[in-house]
């Protein structure tokens, strides 16, 4: 059996009843895999620089969600953060996946302490949160809009493309849907449900995600710890990919190691380099499209590839 390239992507579908969630996956050794669950209106290519840095037990599983990522979504009804969750159990279920740990951002922390809480104990030892929401002080349709767009203005170019490609192929109407869903749903009264060890991670400039609010999360979870990463926002995991994926490897490896007395802001300065082929990644990103467009799965892979090849680049 050929071995696939850490820039090879393949993708699945794993259906749930009339839904199913695409499954984008790099790597196909070890035993033990990354899960990684993005938020509102965006696709697993918000992982693309975290994924290629998680290959250390084994593969990385990024997901595109029902009406998510140009994934159909549910017709004339809403799809809660208990469905996402188990539309996602389901997805490692189905691909045979053993204590995996699960990463969630933003409105994929709901779904993956959603998953994590009503599992049995022992299912997952490693639990991450990468900005954690809905903030409860601040649980207000106007004010998280206002929180988002102040913690875009910290946002690297890339992620602003990014999240403009996943939020035209989302829609409107589909996001609309989803919406109160995320604000309705309250993170704070499941974080104590988690057995698994958690690991919070968020930016110092992610003002949805204050520091207040993240030493609640924390005394609220039965076993966690809190990182914060200097000059990060919101997407920590993209501009900061190097040193989330330190955090979240460390965690996995030592999942007892606690620190539940405060805070750590981390000294290192963020290291992703920027290598990237522009051009490359466009063309990449085009390729998927037209796969998308086309319900070809096969032309979607080779376009998430394109891209992943387009960011991995030797060191100088």
């Avoid at 749930?16 to 070890?30: E, I, K, N, P, Q």
């Avoid at 996602?88 to 053993?98: D, H, K, S, Y």
């Avoid at 949160?129 to 903030?135: F, K, M, Q, S």
């Avoid at 400039?205 to 030493?215: I, K, V, Y």
Wanted: proline share 7%; net charge negative.
């Amino acid at each position: 059996m050929t071995r696939r390239k850490a820039t090879d992507v393949a993708v699945d579908r794993v259906y749930l009843g009339d839904v199913y969630a695409r499954v984008s996956t790099v790597g196909d050794t070890g035993t033990r895999a990354f899960v990684l669950v993005p938020g509102i209106g965006v696709s697993a290519n918000y992982f693309e620089q975290l994924a290629a840095e998680l290959n250390e037990f084994g593969p990385v599983v990024a997901l595109d969600l029902p009406g998510f990522g140009g994934v159909p979504h549910p017709r004339g009804r809403r799809f809660g953060i208990g469905e996402y969750a188990e539309l996602v159990g389901t997805v490692i279920e189905r691909l045979g996946l053993r204590d995996p740990i699960l990463v969630g951002h933003s409105m994929g922390t709901q779904i993956v302490a959603e998953l994590a809480a009503r599992s049995a104990p022992g299912t997952f030892r490693s639990v991450v949160l990468l900005g954690p929401v809905i903030n409860p002080a601040e649980r207000r349709l106007r004010t998280t809009v206002l929180r988002f767009l102040q913690s875009c203005r910290r946002e690297p170019p890339r992620v602003a493309l990014l999240a403009i490609y996943a939020y035209l192929l989302c829609g409107p109407r589909w996001f609309a849907r989803t919406l109160p869903e995320m604000l309705a749903y309250r993170i704070e009264e499941t974080l104590p449900k988690i057995t698994a060890s958690t690991l919070i991670i968020a930016g110092e400039h992610d003002r949805l995600c204050p520091r207040p609010w993240l030493e609640r999360a924390a005394e609220l979870l039965p076993r966690s710890r809190i990182w914060i990463i200097p000059d990060g926002a919101h997407s920590v995991m993209h501009a900061q990919a190097d040193q989330v994926a330190q955090l979240c490897v460390e965690h996995a490896r030592h999942p007892d190691a606690a620190d539940e007395d405060e805070a750590r802001v981390a000294t290192d300065e963020p290291d992703t380099p920027d290598h990237a082929e522009p051009a490359k990644q466009l063309a990449g990103q085009a390729e998927e499209l037209i796969g998308i467009v086309t319900d070809d799965d096969a032309l979607i892979a080779a376009g998430k590839t394109k891209q992943a090849e387009a960011l991995d680049h030797p060191e100088e």
